[in-house]
C-alpha cells in the first residue's frame, strides 16, 4: 500500500518503522523543527530525523488545515494514512484526501482517556490496566470507530516515560495489522460506546505541582504521570522550585506532617496525608539532576524544614 505517516516524538517511530517494513512510505508528516529548552537552535523531531535518515519525503506544514498542503497531501495520491501522536487537529477535507481514510494509534482502550495526555492521566488516576486503540479518524476528538485493541497492564513503578515505550513497540503491530485489514477490507471497524468516556487533558504546571497533604498512593501517581514531563516539582522553603524524581511510599514510618522532608536510615523522606514517601532524585532550580540523598547533605536545610505549600 501507499501510506502516508503522520507523527511527530520518539513513540511514532517504531510504527513509522513497521509499516515501512511492509509498505510503501509516500511521506511523512511532522511538526516543524522547535528550539529545544536551551538556546536558539531549531531540531527536529524525532520523526523528522529517522524519515530523513531513510529518504522520504517530510512535509513539515505550520497548521494541517492549510489549503495549499491538503492539495498537496491529495497529490500523493495515498491509500491510506497512519497517525501517531502527530500534534495538530485533522481536519475533514485533510481527512478525505486519502482513498480509504486514516488511522490512528491512540495510547488507551477508548472511549476512555480521549485527548493528549491518555498516558499520564492513566497512571495519575491509578488504573490497573491501559492500552492502545487502532481507530479511523473523523471529526471528533479520538472518537472515531476501533478498528482494534491492544492491552497492557501499569506496573505498580511505571513512569508515563516507561509505559508509553512499551505501548509504543506493542501498539506498532496493532497499527499495521489495522491499516492492512482496511486496504484489505476486511476491516470492521467499531463505534466507541457511549458509557466510559473520560477525557485526559493536555498537563499543565500547575497539574505538576505536588500537594504533600494528599495521600501517598496519590502523590505517588502524580509524579509518575509527570515524569519525565512536565515534571512533578514543589517548592524549598526559601521558595525556589525543585522537581522530583518517583517516589516510594514508606509504610513503615509514621505519617508526619506534609510537606516535612527529614532523613531516615540514608533516605531522604517527605510527610503526606498518609506514610511519608521517600524521594529518589531532586533537580533543583537551574541545577541537574543529584540523587536525593547527595542533595539533602548538600542543602542543610534547617529542620523542620517543609516543602511547598502541602
Not at 513509522?16 to 508528516?29: D, P, T, Y
Request: aromatic content about 4%; some cysteine; proline content about 7%.
Amino acid at each position: 500500500m501507499r501510506l502516508l505517516f503522520a507523527g511527530t516524538p520518539d513513540i511514532a517511530v517504531p510504527s513509522l518503522a513497521a509499516l515501512a517494513e511492509r509498505h510503501e512510505i509516500v511521506a511523512v508528516i511532522t511538526q516543524p523543527d522547535a528550539r529545544g529548552k536551551r538556546g536558539r537552535d531549531l531540531h527536529p523531531s524525532p520523526v523528522k530525523a529517522y524519515a530523513e535518515e531513510q529518504g522520504w519525503t517530510v512535509l513539515t506544514p505550520q497548521r494541517a488545515s492549510d489549503p495549499e498542503f491538503i492539495a498537496r497531501v491529495a497529490e500523493l495520491d495515498a491509500d491510506a494514512a497512519a497517525v501517531v501522536a502527530y500534534g495538530q487537529i485533522l481536519r475533514p477535507d485533510l481527512l478525505a484526501a486519502t482513498r480509504l481514510g486514516w488511522v490512528n494509534l491512540h495510547f488507551s482502550l477508548l472511549p476512555a482517556w480521549r485527548g493528549a495526555a491518555p498516558v499520564q492521566r492513566s497512571i495519575m488516576a491509578g488504573d490497573e490496566i491501559t492500552g492502545a486503540s487502532a481507530f479511523l479518524l473523523d471529526a471528533g476528538m479520538d472518537t472515531g470507530p476501533v478498528i482494534g485493541t491492544m492491552s497492557e497492564r501499569i506496573r505498580a513503578n511505571d513512569t508515563t516515560g516507561s509505559l508509553l515505550e512499551r505501548l509504543a513497540h506493542a501498539g506498532a503491530p496493532l497499527l499495521v495489522q489495522a491499516i492492512e485489514a482496511l486496504g484489505a477490507g476486511d476491516a470492521a471497524p467499531i463505534a466507541q460506546a457511549e458509557d466510559g468516556v473520560s477525557h485526559a487533558a493536555k498537563l499543565s504546571r500547575d497539574d505538576a505541582y505536588v500537594r504533600w497533604d494528599r495521600p501517598a498512593h496519590v502523590v505517588d501517581r502524580q509524579i509518575r504521570g509527570c515524569t519525565p514531563a512536565p515534571g512533578a516539582w514543589t517548592t524549598l522553603p526559601d521558595g525556589s522550585t525543585m522537581k522530583l524524581g518517583p517516589v516510594r511510599a514508606r509504610t513503615d514510618l509514621s505519617a508526619t506532617v506534609p510537606g516535612q522532608i527529614a532523613a531516615h536510615d540514608g533516605a531522604v523522606t517527605v510527610g503526606t496525608g498518609g506514610h511519608p514517601v521517600a524521594l529518589s532524585w531532586v533537580q533543583p532550580a537551574g541545577k541537574g539532576q543529584v540523587d536525593a540523598a547527595a542533595w539533602w547533605r548538600g542543602a542543610r536545610l534547617t529542620e523542620p524544614a517543609l516543602l511547598g505549600d502541602a
